[in-house]
Structures are given as structure tokens and as C-alpha cells.
């Protein structure tokens, strides 16, 4: 079989993640290969962060290694194929065992299954014990530490948006496929080019979204551990067009009224529904039974309940998106522009998911991500300072010069845990230039220039493409390109003077070894990995989404 750099990636990544019989689950976003793993302890996090393709990893409820917008997509397939290969081979009871680790013993009954999701307070090394020991030992308590610290964040609110963001992330491929072509389909009309061609165009472009609710709804299922083909069904109803012939309240309802949000709550019923039947009905009518009711039940009072109040609540989330950007445009643009960025590092952001989907489900386009958008200007502006100002640490200049193609064109993950995180103070002068960049876009908002995009998950330069607004394409593009300057030009200024670079990681700066280090020296290099106490961060919203 030959080997590509792709295949290389994954045959690299797995035995540093315990090996095949680890892994439990695989998944990948836009950036990040996404892992379950039976036993976290037998991941080799130092080594994997050392692989030329390994970008950053986080580990959050699943263990992410970030590829970066691409090249996840190509390795995760290798990952899966070589997955797959080794646990066939593998006899099926084997466990994975590190090199040089110990043999993990078999929790008694009342310690309980050991699982790695239970912090275990390590007891004080024995006076005289083996190096070994101690080393193991002290392995232990840091993997109950990292799980303690796991817990903690696995609040509800989290724990709810995390859910969220995997119905709505497998979506957002054929979100900016069709969304791109949505964009060249305006152009040709504006331009008055092809115009036997511009009805097919957008035959294409609208398809997706004229049922995504469907996708919805199948997503929703799964995530919340119902059938998903139920989700999809229960979902459909409100994309099909005879509902055109039901009224609700004294009105007639409309095909697609409630859009995504009531898709969502459509299946989320339907799961919950699902799973009331099954504690009732006999298995021998099981298969019969359970869709059945599962169907009417959720489609009659999607009809006429949720479609009604759905409704309400996605023209409420335009109204008020078009209000404020219009109205208080530079205030709400400083505000998103400038706390984005915190919003993805809490993994708050991925509460807009929805919001951007009813937007352009809506309108043809949110208003909201290239304010958004801005936060990653900042991120790269704040990087150059850094580069300008710490002229001899060649190893952080390293990592911006190699972070920065990426930066610009939206994927934050390298320059945030490989730069302004770590520094600390270049954090903040980025979110400084963000919330400049999005008070430049909230200005023009005001003045009747609104813009937008037809898709999310890009961010940077490559949302040019997906650009729409009042005036056109090519206002909407000027509008951007200047908000992005001012992003660039704020967060540069801010950190060059504010960044406080009298001390970089904790030792002042004329006391660094590798700023005069006689020629012909090693230097040792500055530690630019972020800690475990870093709060976890989605890529899917610093592309930044």
C-alpha cells in the first residue's frame, strides 16, 4: 500500500494515543480530530504535540488534535482505515499496555470500575520506594487532577452547548459549499452575466437549505440518543408544503415556518417521545408501535404548537440582530468584536451556532460573523507585534511565521495556544483589536451598509467569497477588508505598546539565555504550549467558527 503524508499523520497519532484498543470513538470537525478514549493516562501528550502535522491539542470531553481546515478531513479517514486494520487484527479481549508501564490492576468490588473520568486521590509515595513507583504514582494523581478539572467545567450550560455545536458542526460543510455558490450566483445576476446558467446556480445553492431542518432533526436524534431517520421524519413536516393547508391560531402556517429551531425542538421531542414508548410497549410490537406514535404525536404538536412558536422566536432573532447592528452598530460591534474571543475559549461561542443558521435561513445571510470575524484580525495583528517585538526568541518567531498563513485566513488555534495565551497580556490587545475591528463594520451597519455571510465556519480572508449585504458585493467586500485593517492595526498597536514585554513567561527578557547566547550555542527555547489549565478552546467558532 503506498504511503502517503496523510496515512504517515495517522500511523504516527495512534500508538501515541494508546494504540487501537484505546480509541472508542472517532469524529472530525473543521480543524480538529476528535477521539474518545477508553483510558487517557496512555496518551503520550508531549510527544504527540511534537509531530510536525499536530498543530495544538485540547482535551475536553473528547481528546482534540488539532490538524487544522483540510488536512483533518484527508487524515481521519487514514485514521479510521488503520483503525480498523489493527483492532481486527488485534485479539479481542487485549488491552493496551505502554511501554514500560505497569500492568493496571483489576479494581476490587467496592473500589468500582476504574475509569479515568474518576479523580483518586494519589496516597504519599513510601519512604524508600522505587523511582518507578514514584513516577507511576505521581502519573496517577495528574490524570485525577485533568479529570477533577473536567468535571468542573461539565457544567449544564456547557455540557447543553457542546451538544449544540455537534448537531450543528457535520452541517457546516455543505453550508459554505452552498453558500460560495450562492455568492457567484449574485455576482452573475448583479453583473448580468449567464443568465441561462443563474437559475440552475441557485437551484444548487438552495437545495441544502431548503431542507436543512430535515438534517436538523436527524442530527438532534442522534445526539440525544433517539433513532435518527425518527428525528429526520418528525423534522420534515416543517419543510413539507402542505402544511400551507393548516391553520394555527387563525393563521395559515407556511413550508419552513420555525426554520431550524423548530426542527430542533421537533426531534428533541420526537427522541423523548421514542423513548417513552419503549418503557411500554411490548417488543413483539415494538417496530410497529414506537415509530407510529413517535411520527403523530411529535407531528401534531409540531403543527400546532411548535411551528407557531418557532416562528415567532426566528423572525424575534432577526428583528432584533437587524436592530441592534443598525442601531447601536459601533457599541455592539466593540462588544462582539472584543469578548469573541473569551466566548471561544469558555466554548460559550457555540451558542451563535443556531443563531447564524436562522439568520441565513432567514435573510440569505448572518449579519453577525464578519463583526464576529474581526476577533481573529486582532489575533494576527497582536501576533506581528509580538514578532516585531521579541526580534531574538527565534523559537516563538518560528511558531507565528508558521501560524500565521493560517491566521489570516481564520484558524486562531495556533497563534492563540502557541502565542498570545501563553504571553498572557497579547490575549487581551487582541481582543483590543477585535472589538476595533467590529466597531469599524457596527459603524457602517448604522449607516445603512450592512453586510453578512452566506455560510459559517470560515472567517479571515477566505469569508470574502461567502460576503453578501445591502449594497452589493463589492461594498460588502470593502467594508470587510477595512474592518479587518483596523483589526490588524489595533491589535499591532495595542500589543506592541501595551504588551508587557519586559517579562515574557514568568523571566524578564535581558535575562532570556537565548537572546545572548554565544555563537555556536544551543539556546534553550521558550515553552510556548499552554498548560492544563487553559480552558478548552472550539475552532469551529475562532475560523472563527
Known amino acids: 500500500m503506498r504511503t502517503t503524508p496523510h496515512s504517515a499523520t495517522a500511523a504516527a497519532i495512534l500508538p501515541l494515543v494508546g494504540g487501537a484498543a484505546n480509541v472508542t470513538s472517532v469524529a472530525h470537525c473543521m480543524t480538529r480530530l476528535r477521539l474518545g478514549l477508553a483510558d487517557r493516562s496512555l496518551v503520550d501528550e508531549e510527544s504527540l504535540r511534537a509531530l510536525p502535522a499536530v498543530l495544538g491539542v485540547v482535551d475536553d470531553d473528547t481528546y482534540q488534535i488539532v490538524l487544522g481546515p483540510g488536512t483533518v478531513a484527508k487524515v481521519t479517514p487514514e485514521f479510521e482505515k488503520l483503525l480498523a486494520s489493527e483492532t481486527t487484527e488485534a485479539p479481542a479481549n487485549a488491552l493496551p499496555v505502554t511501554a514500560g508501564a505497569p500492568t493496571p490492576a483489576a479494581p476490587t468490588a467496592a473500589e468500582g470500575p476504574a475509569t479515568s473520568e474518576t479523580p483518586v486521590a494519589a496516597e504519599p509515595p513510601a519512604r524508600g520506594s522505587a523511582p518507578g513507583t514514584e513516577a507511576a504514582r505521581l502519573a496517577a494523581r495528574g490524570a485525577a487532577l485533568k479529570a477533577a478539572q473536567r468535571q468542573r467545567h461539565a457544567t449544564p450550560v456547557r455540557l447543553l452547548l457542546r451538544r449544540i455545536a455537534n448537531i450543528f458542526v457535520p452541517l457546516i460543510p455543505a453550508l459554505i459549499g452552498c453558500g460560495v455558490i450562492a455568492g457567484v450566483n449574485g455576482l452573475l445576476l448583479n453583473l448580468g452575466w449567464l443568465p441561462s446558467l443563474t437559475p440552475a446556480l441557485a437551484a444548487v445553492a438552495s437545495g441544502f437549505m431548503a431542507l436543512i431542518a430535515v438534517f436538523v432533526g436527524h442530527h438532534t436524534a442522534k445526539e440525544f440518543g433517539g433513532t435518527p431517520i425518527l428525528g429526520g421524519a418528525v423534522a420534515a413536516v416543517i419543510v413539507y408544503a402542505g402544511v400551507a393547508k393548516v391553520t394555527v391560531f387563525g393563521t395559515t402556517l407556511s413550508p419552513g415556518q420555525g426554520g431550524v429551531l423548530g426542527a430542533l425542538a421537533a426531534a428533541l421531542l420526537g427522541t423523548y417521545v421514542e423513548k417513552w414508548c419503549r418503557t411500554w410497549v411490548p417488543d413483539t410490537l415494538d417496530v410497529l408501535v414506537t415509530p407510529t406514535l413517535t411520527v403523530l404525536l411529535t407531528g401534531l404538536v409540531t403543527l400546532y404548537g411548535l411551528m407557531y412558536a418557532a416562528g415567532a422566536a426566528t423572525s424575534a432573532i432577526g428583528t432584533a440582530a437587524t436592530w441592534l447592528l443598525s442601531t ?18 469558555l466554548g460559550l461561542h457555540q ?21 464576529l470575524a474581526m476577533a481573529g484580525a486582532g489575533q494576527v495583528g497582536a501576533a506581528l507585534a509580538v514578532y516585531v517585538r521579541l526580534r531574538h526568541d527565534h523559537s516563538l518567531r518560528t511558531t507565528i511565521r508558521s501560524a500565521l498563513p493560517a491566521g489570516l485566513l481564520g484558524v486562531g488555534e495556533p ?10 497580556r497579547p490575549f487581551l490587545t487582541a481582543c483590543a483589536g477585535g472589538a476595533a475591528g467590529g466597531a469599524f463594520v457596527g459603524l457602517f451597519s448604522m449607516l445603512g ?37 483596523t483589526g490588524y492595526a489595533v491589535g499591532f498597536g495595542a500589543t506592541y505598546f501595551f504588551g508587557s514585554f519586559g517579562v515574557v513567561g514568568g523571566v524578564c527578557e535581558a535575562e532570556r539565555t537565548d537572546i545572548a547566547a554565544p555563537t555556536g550555542t544551543a539556546a534553550p527555547a521558550m515553552t510556548t504550549t499552554p498548560t492544563d489549565t487553559a480552558a478548552p478552546h472550539d475552532p469551529e467558532g475562532n475560523r472563527t467558527l
Open 351 to 371: 451558542a451563535l451556532i443556531p443563531l447564524h443558521t436562522t439568520l441565513i435561513e432567514q435573510q440569505g445571510y448572518t449579519v453577525l460573523l464578519p463583526v
Open 415 to 424: 497563534l492563540i495556544y502557541g502565542v498570545s495565551l501563553p504571553l498572557g
Open 449 to 485: 451598509d450592512r453586510i453578512g455571510s452566506t455560510a459559517i465556519g470560515p472567517s479571515g480572508w477566505a469569508l470574502f467569497p461567502l460576503l453578501a449585504g445591502s449594497g452589493g458585493l463589492l461594498p460588502s467586500a470593502a467594508i470587510y477588508a477595512g474592518g479587518l485593517l
Open 328 to 345: 447601536t452598530g459601533v457599541f455592539a460591534g466593540l462588544i462582539l468584536g472584543g469578548l469573541f474571543l473569551p466566548l471561544v475559549m
